[in-house]
């Protein structure tokens, strides 16, 4: 065996054992989930109206691997990116069940992840935002995942697409009524049961304290405002749309969706508790 091959093979050892262990003599991965922001506050009824376009993908190849180090300042080049996929993480409590169940057409089948060295994690999410991406850190390579070879990477570069719409509730039609929290944006939650519709965020694809910050008061909210996060302000009383600001009002009792001037009628979720 060349020296060169053998070269190559002991990298390449080392980089799956980096991956999939975080050590063998190499800093370990951080491991981020990345998705395209939305555009859109979210979707009403398009009875009346066409349909809104799809919303272009992001091609993980060279070009965005090569703009993503140097956001993120890294001397050894994009071969220290590393991607992979994993499934969708399965439900795990009654209520996310029950939603999982009502919208799983809109469910996403898998999740796009890209680790990167400790040391430059912290830069991550700027770095993704120079991308046209948003990148939600998870606590580690998920059960399931596959790590991609940098030899896919060429051939078939990952496609990161927008998480699904959160169902809030159903039109007079039977369509769903989807919001799609973009980062920025606030939206009140309210009613007796804001809380329990609060739980069904995760399994819409959303990391709660990543993707999303749930707010209970006034000065929760305030403390919670960042550029790439969406607030949810979860309002059980009926007291807090003064002081919040939102963008999108989800009335639970009265059953209305309320954005701007357009109020539309919904049938919330019959959710399991």
């Not at 919303?55 to 890294?74: F, I, K, S, T, Y």
């Not at 496609?159 to 989807?178: H, K, N, R, S």
């Not at 973009?182 to 009613?191: A, D, S």
């Amino acid at each position: 065996m060349g020296t060169s091959v053998r070269a190559g093979v002991v990298s390449a050892v080392r980089r799956y054992h980096r991956q999939v262990h975080g050590g063998g003599g190499d800093q370990p991965l951080a491991w981020f989930r990345v998705h395209v922001p939305h555009p859109r506050l979210w979707r009403a009824p398009q009875h009346d109206a066409a349909e809104a376009p799809a919303v272009a993908p992001v091609v993980l190849d060279q070009p965005v691997r090569h703009r993503l180090v140097e956001g993120l300042r890294m001397g050894g080049g994009d071969d220290e990116l590393v991607t992979a996929s994993a499934p969708a993480p399965r439900a795990t409590s009654t209520v996310e069940r029950s939603y999982a169940g009502m919208a799983s057409l809109l469910r996403m089948s898998s999740h796009c992840l890209v680790g990167v060295p400790e040391e430059v994690a912290d830069r991550m999410r700027w770095a993704a935002t120079g991308c046209g991406l948003l990148a939600s850190r998870l606590d580690g390579l998920p059960v399931g995942a596959r790590v991609r070879t940098p030899a896919e990477d060429v051939r078939s570069p990952l496609q990161v697409t927008t998480l699904p719409g959160w169902v809030i509730g159903t039109d007079a039609y039977g369509e769903p009524v989807v919001l799609y929290l973009p980062p920025g944006t606030t939206t009140l939650l309210r009613g007796a049961t804001a809380e329990v519709v609060s739980l069904t965020i995760p399994p819409s694809g959303r990391v709660v304290g990543e993707d999303v910050i749930l707010s209970t008061t006034i000065a929760g909210w305030e403390a919670a405002w960042h550029p790439q996060l969406c607030r949810v302000v979860v309002d059980t009383d009926g007291d807090l749309e003064e002081g919040c600001l939102p963008d999108v009002v989800v009335d639970l009792t009265a059953g209305t969706v309320r954005s701007g001037g357009t109020t539309v009628g919904i049938t919330p979720l019959p959710l399991r508790t």
